[in-house]
């Protein structure tokens, strides 16, 4: 493991922690002596997805990051979520047990999550992921996000209210 900052070989392991889908160390350079986080995650049997014209290509787990840090972009959420849900979304495809995928469910799955998230970072997705064709269909998405927020206040009401 080579140190960000200068490139010297030797470092040694500071800190230890274990997750299900991960292991995150910290680590000292030998050299410089500044410090840097790593993250070791088990490496999963290779899963394609299948693109809405026909093309397989692997999963790449920077490119679904990087959609969704685009769509919460200048948004009030942290990289820890954003990389929780590409976590989520990675633990339950290799859960289905399937060797391929449609490219269709991962960006539902991504819309789900980001629709708990935060309200324009969702809006943003859909917009390029539904490749909406006017103004109107953007418009009727939103509204259709309203009355969703509003049927689950009410029902987080009526459940306080029965408690």
């Known amino acids: 493991m ?11 392991v500071i800190d ?12 000292q350079c030998g050299k410089c002596g500044k410090r840097y986080t790593t993250y070791e995650r088990i490496a999963q049997t ?3 997805v299948i ?9 790449d787990r920077q490119k679904l ?6 769509a919460c972009a200048k948004r009030p959420v942290s990289m820890q979520a954003i990389e929780g849900i590409v976590d989520d979304i990675e ?5 289905l047990g399937k060797s391929e995928v449609d490219s ?15 309200d324009v970072a969702y809006v943003r997705f859909a917009s390029v992921y539904r490749r909406f064709a ?27 209210m029965a408690l």
């Open 134 to 160: 006017d103004l109107d269909s953007l418009a009727s998405e939103i509204q259709r996000l309203k009355e969703r927020k509003q049927r689950e206040a009410e029902e987080r009401l009526q459940v306080k």
């Open 65 to 70: 990051l990087g959609g969704i840090v685009k």
């Open 104 to 118: 269709q469910k991962i960006g539902q799955m991504v819309m789900e999550r980001l629709r708990v998230l935060d």
């Open 16 to 27: 230890t922690r274990e997750s299900a889908e991960s292991i995150r160390r910290r680590r």
């Open 51 to 59: 693109k809405q014209d026909g093309r397989r290509e692997a999963l």
């Open 46 to 48: 290779g899963l394609m």
């Open 91 to 95: 633990m339950e495809l290799h859960a």
């Open 2 to 12: 080579q140190c960000p900052y200068c490139a010297h070989e030797e470092n040694k």
